[in-house]
């Protein structure tokens, strides 16, 4: 269980009687998944921030919970399978087993999503599973076979402040430590066709709703063009259009958002019998949960929390 001060600093209480016992009061639970690099400290630092909405609400992610949980796991040496395994025994262990009562949403980060994607079609956990939130998930897969290469890249963009938006100092920590480590792992999971990514395919309709939220680099200087004329100088509007050259290299002009491509993070099996709430926003791989300079990532996950809510 994560709480966030006002300062944005992360508190985890793991003491799991402690958590049982929040959770058994709560009706409305989040429990946050990061994805292949870094943790939930970077995602849900960020829960405080209000987003102004259409009617002139003020609301933030920690206003619409009760509690709010963290899934945090190795995540280069161990299976997506054998993780979505971790992952149901410790909602068991907290009192989130099958037909709970409660409502609980996922809300997850990249590879996270996959992780929650085999827990909810292969697992039983669309007897948890209230609702999935999925934000950069590479549903059918990435065009990275190893993960440093992957990193470099990003790592290079990061530190030449090349990113449209500035990414946490963490975030960035994260990149450094994995190239620290050396290490190579294939990605086989991943790769489109993978037999891993078939078997989610071709799995039964989990019949619980599915919001998807996918970065698309190729709008971010249309959607921010304004703010960001007012603060760039012309080595900042230059940095931006290397920025837009670097990340098209690997997908040829596919639309992405630096990891995945818009169409691989939207690609969810046709004719199930809801179909998921997808929204395409102006932010990168790295970016979904920022509160610098654009908050879309957050705006669009409230919107999609709210959605839900209303049906």
Not at 104 to 114: E, F, P, Q
Not at 116 to 139: A, C, D, Y
Not at 154 to 178: D, E, F, K, R
Not at 197 to 217: C, F, M, Q, R, V
Request: aromatic share 6%; with cysteine; charged share 20%.
């Amino acid at each position: 269980m994560a709480e966030v001060g006002d300062d944005n600093k992360v508190t985890y209480k793991r003491d799991v009687i402690d958590v049982q016992q929040q959770v058994a009061k709560a009706q409305i639970i989040a429990l946050y998944i990061h994805g292949i690099i870094g943790d939930t400290e970077s995602l849900i630092s960020s829960i405080n921030q209000t987003i102004l909405q259409p009617d002139g609400q003020k609301l933030s992610i920690s206003k619409l919970y009760d509690v709010v949980l963290t899934f945090d796991y190795e995540n280069l040496n161990t299976s997506i399978k054998e993780n979505a395994e971790n992952l149901k025994r410790r909602l068991i262990e907290v009192g989130l087993g099958a037909n709970h009562g409660k409502e609980l949403h996922l809300i997850a980060h990249s590879m996270g999503g996959l992780v929650s994607r085999w827990f909810i079609e292969q697992e039983g956990g669309n007897k948890v599973v209230q609702h999935l939130i999925m934000l950069g998930t590479p549903n059918a897969g990435s065009p990275w076979p190893v993960v440093e290469d992957w990193v470099k890249l990003t790592l290079g963009i990061g530190l030449n402040g090349l990113s449209t938006v500035a990414w946490p100092v963490t975030v960035l920590t994260g990149l450094i430590g994995i190239l620290e480590k050396n290490i190579r792992v294939a990605l086989a999971e991943l790769n489109p066709n993978s037999d891993f990514l078939k078997s989610l395919a071709a799995s039964e309709d989990p019949d619980i709703p599915y919001s998807i939220i996918a970065g698309n680099t190729s709008i971010i200087p249309a959607a921010l063009e304004q703010q960001l004329e007012k603060k760039s100088s012309v080595l900042e509007r230059l940095q931006r259009s290397l920025f837009n050259k670097v990340v098209n290299l690997p997908f040829f002009g596919i639309p992405n958002d630096i990891a995945v491509t818009v169409d691989s993070i939207e690609n969810i099996p046709k004719g199930r019998s809801l179909a998921p709430f997808v929204q395409q926003v102006a932010c990168d791989h790295l970016s979904y949960f920022s509160i610098e300079l654009t908050e879309v990532g957050l705006d669009a996950l409230i919107t999609a929390i709210i959605a839900q809510q209303k049906k």
